[in-house]
């Protein structure tokens, strides 16, 4: 058997050494960078060789990759870099790495084509000035032979190890039961339709009623698939921490058949990190310093812990003076099952997805709560500046950033005279202002590459955010739209300023690619319907299958009550406020017990809740606020007893309406007082707009569709066992329309 690796993944194990150093970054974009290969290959001849495919064998292993390129005229190979900043102050052990990956490519040419001396060039090319540097060197195909093998030897007995290990993890997997005496009624459904999926290499969408026990559905049957599929990793993907734990608890009942498994979890950096207060880089932080000297140790110890949840990887990397941080990311190299947020793998730079296309990994993707990745992918393809940001940035950066700044203000504010109302879409990106950004940013990166001390947190932040806006500028297209909201200043020194915005509609062309990616990805949610929606709007591909499991309760256990005579329209709320204060204590008087009551806004709460204690001081009810922290999240579903009485007031679609499960009498009844519906705002009406050119379907695709699925997803909460029973009002005129309760679930007993 042979363990296959990339050159770029031999050389990062084998060659890094000393400082965690990031103060040579950011790097280019993807795009930046692909154009500055471009450029540098189109300057060569006619019988340069572009993109060259090599492999070569040293014992168990198998070593593969594509060098840049290679000019056979002058019998040289060429390693291209693109970079930003000053390039004298890139550190030393990215050097090193670099010609280590060159000299491999290097002996890989030398042996495919009987080569007995080559020419090597590391070519350095600033995306900026366009300019290349060339560090160029000599070596005899002994030379190159000898680096390769003390390469392979330092990397062969991990390579031994993992082969190993793989082993072991497929033969566990192959046997692998599921760990209860049987399935819940549907979950049997469901892990068929993930197994055949994964199977035959097809993309499912899940529709499956919350309290079955989806996360346990997906992953027993996708990691049976793992050996016959040949899977290198399995992606569990979520949008909120609650999510990530379902992952964690159900991988933790299977490894106890399957312990060979290795399982990590993947944490936020500013959650992860243990010096936020010092910069990443070994002059700075203790952690950084040494880091990859250390770092083998680590990564050993971390590689026979099974399980590598945020504080077992914490206990591990300080037992190693290395950051918990990057510990992580090294370990997502090795472990088997990966457990974190969309981002890491549907971002625009996703570490996930980046590692899954350097080393070929055959990958399945499982996507919990899959209604989430609509707002979430809008998010990660969406940039905002604000000009009253860079105007208070003049006062604030060094002699040698003003004039790059000040043409960036003098750019936007000549654009924004322009503007005729609060709210307006461009009809084409600021081409002049787009340039004076990307000048900026370019000014900042040198000056960061040549800077010691610590970086005005200001200055950092508008920085990033203007990489990501023109990052998202080399992408625009009809996905998305550049709006500009006119603001108010509190600062008497500026002036009316104004937000520019790059704002995904439809991040179906991003994530669609990542979809494609993997071998098979399994979309699940309580709330997937309808699929062409979904389907559509993330960009699920065409070789897809649709399963809506059939729900194990029975529409006894669970009352819907229509308040057709409430209306909770905007200008209605004032009227509705007492007829929803009798509603709600009829129904508790009925039947006292735990009950959530769920409102479109903070404000129509407040006026809710008020009206309830100055009506009804004798009923118990408390509220979610703004901003609400982890403690008094926790405190508020503390409250939520079997024996406890009550009502808790919430917000629709916030960290209340889903992800949260208090069965039996911790929660017997609901009440929905909004259909959910986005805001009617210029922006979501041009959102609406664009989607009607796209699919037709604008005003179920921004309001419709997106409202109900929060409705859905917060009655869900009342029914989550086949013991439960309950009852839920749903408090508008607008649910007894037939377009609406053809989106409520089949199971529940609507009256007529």
Excluded at 328 to 357: I, K, T
Excluded at 383 to 389: G, H, I, Q, S, T
């Amino acid at each position: 058997m042979n363990y296959r690796i990339a050159v770029r993944a031999l050389c990062e194990f084998t060659a890094k050494q000393g400082d965690l150093d990031l103060r040579f970054t950011p790097s280019p974009t993807a795009l930046e960078g692909m154009a500055g290969h471009l450029t540098v290959t189109n300057r060569r001849g006619a019988d340069y060789e572009r993109e060259v495919s090599l492999e070569g064998r040293h014992g168990d292993l198998l070593v593969r990759g594509r060098a840049d390129g290679y000019d056979p005229a002058r019998n040289r190979l060429e390693e291209i870099k693109t970079y930003r900043g000053d390039l004298d102050r890139q550190p030393a052990n990215h050097r090193q790495l670099h010609w280590a990956q060159a000299k491999v490519y290097g002996w890989l040419l030398c042996q495919a084509r009987a080569l007995e001396t080559l020419e090597i060039a590391l070519v350095y090319f600033d995306v900026v000035s366009q300019k290349e540097t060339l560090l160029v060197e000599t070596f005899s195909a002994t030379q190159l032979q000898a680096f390769f093998d003390a390469q392979c030897q330092q990397f062969i007995a991990w390579a031994r190890q993992e082969m190993a290990h793989r082993a072991e993890r497929d033969q566990a997997l192959r046997t692998l039961r599921f760990p209860h005496g049987d399935f819940r009624s549907g979950q049997r459904q469901l892990a068929e339709a993930v197994y055949k999926a994964a199977c035959t290499g097809t993309h499912l969408m899940a529709q499956a009623p919350t309290g079955i026990g989806k996360t346990l559905a997906t992953l027993f049957p996708q990691l049976k698939a793992c050996p016959g599929q040949q899977l290198d990793k399995l992606f569990f993907l979520t949008a909120k921490t609650s999510g990530r734990q379902l992952g964690l608890d159900a991988l933790a009942s299977l490894q106890h058949q399957a312990k060979p498994l290795r399982v990590l979890e993947l944490i936020a950096r500013d959650k992860a990190c243990e010096h936020p207060d010092k910069a990443c880089h070994g002059d700075a932080c203790p952690l950084a310093r040494g880091f990859y000297d250390r770092l083998p140790a680590a990564r050993a110890q971390a590689a026979r812990q099974p399980l590598l949840d945020g504080a077992a990887l914490r206990d591990v990397a300080l037992a190693h003076q290395v950051c918990p941080y990057y510990l992580s990311q090294e370990m997502a190299r090795w472990a088997d099952v990966v457990v974190g947020d969309y981002n890491y793998y549907f971002d625009g730079s996703a570490l996930l997805h980046g590692l899954a296309q350097v080393n070929q990994w055959r990958i399945g993707v499982l996507v919990d709560e899959a209604h989430n990745l609509l707002e979430r992918g809008r998010a990660m393809y969406s940039a905002e500046l604000d000009l009253r940001e860079f105007k208070g940035l003049r006062r604030l950066v060094p002699n040698v950033l003003k004039k790059p700044v000040e043409r960036v203000v003098r750019c936007w504010s000549e654009a924004q005279r322009l503007q005729s109302a609060p709210y307006q879409v461009l009809p084409e990106l600021p081409g002049k202002l787009l340039n004076a950004l990307q000048q900026m940013v370019s000014a900042v990166t040198e000056y960061l590459g040549e800077q010691a001390a610590e970086v005005d947190p200001a200055l950092q932040r508008v920085y990033f955010d203007a990489m990501q806006f023109c990052r998202l500028a080399e992408t625009f297209g009809e996905h998305s739209l550049i709006d500009s909201t006119l603001v108010p200043s509190s600062d008497r020194r500026i002036t009316e300023a104004s937000v520019l915005c790059i704002r995904n509609v439809l991040p179906a062309p991003f994530l669609g690619p990542r979809f494609e990616e993997a071998c098979s990805c399994v979309l699940f949610s309580a709330t997937l319907t309808p699929q062409r929606f979904y389907a559509d709007t993330l960009g699920v591909p065409a070789k897809r299958v649709w399963i809506d499991v059939v729900s194990p309760f029975r529409a006894e256990q669970l009352q819907v009550h229509l308040a057709r005579h409430i209306s909770t329209r905007y200008r209605d709320r004032q009227a509705s406020l007492q007829a929803i204060v009798d509603l709600l204590a009829e129904q508790y008087q009925a039947r006292p017990g735990n009950y959530l009551a769920f409102f479109s806004s903070f404000e129509y709460l407040q006026q809710v809740s008020a009206l309830l204690g100055a009506r009804h001081p004798e009923l118990p009810h408390w509220e979610q606020t703004r901003s609400m922290q982890e403690l008094a999240r926790s405190a508020f579903l503390a409250r939520f007893t079997e024996d406890g009485r009550g009502i808790g007031f919430a917000v629709l679609g916030g960290a209340f309406s889903e992800g949260i499960d208090l069965p039996g009498r911790r929660l017997i009844g609901a009440f929905v007082a909004t259909l959910g519906l986005p805001q009617v705002n210029p922006i979501n009406e041009q959102m609406k707009a664009r989607m009607d050119r796209l699919f037709g379907s604008g005003y179920d695709y921004t309001y419709l569709y997106p409202g109900l699925q929060k409705v859905v997803q917060a009655a869900g909460r009342v029914i989550r066992t086949t013991d439960d029973a309950g009852v839920v009002h749903l408090i508008d005129d607008r649910f007894s329309r037939p377009e609406v309760r053809r989106l409520l679930p089949a199971w529940w007993a609507c009256p007529a």
